[in-house]
């Protein structure tokens, strides 16, 4: 059982950044692909970004395109989503998730492909 727990949410102002983290409690997290979504109240979740296990292959969605960018670090069994210019349109809370995969994968963008879930941290952004 794959354990995840994101951290780096907060408060900030419109323009502003932040760095989400997501770490896995297994090193077999190197062979998970590792999703952002994320959930405004009263809006059903959507995909934010994706990461191949390969560490290469990335995904966004378009509304993020050019101001997110996704990583990861195997070595520290962490994901990260950077997050610049951020808009008030961001607030949300920001779930990553994985899955284990095969290497030659393409990048998930459904919330149903993932089989693990972290509790979620609040991004606030104020205009």
């Known amino acids: 059982q794959m354990q995840l727990v994101e951290s780096g949410g907060g408060l900030v102002q419109a323009g502003g950044s932040l760095r989400l983290s997501c770490t896995a409690s297994?090193?077999?997290?190197?062979?998970?692909?590792v999703g952002w979504f994320r959930q405004a109240p009263g809006q059903e979740r959507e995909f934010v970004s994706t990461?191949?296990?390969?560490?290469?292959?990335?995904a966004y969605a378009d509304s993020v395109k050019g101001r997110f960018t996704i990583s990861r670090d195997n070595a520290k069994n962490t994901a990260y989503l950077q997050m610049n210019s951020l808009k008030p349109e961001d607030t949300a809370v920001y779930y990553c998730?994985?899955?284990?995969?095969?290497?030659?994968?393409?990048?998930?963008?459904?919330?149903?492909?993932?089989?693990?879930w972290g509790q979620g941290t609040q991004v606030t952004v104020s205009s």
């Open positions: 998730a994985t899955k284990r995969t095969i290497l030659t994968m393409p990048p998930l963008l459904q919330a149903g492909s993932y089989d693990y």
């Open positions: 297994r090193r077999t997290f190197s062979d998970h692909a």
């Open positions: 990461i191949a296990r390969n560490g290469r292959d990335t």
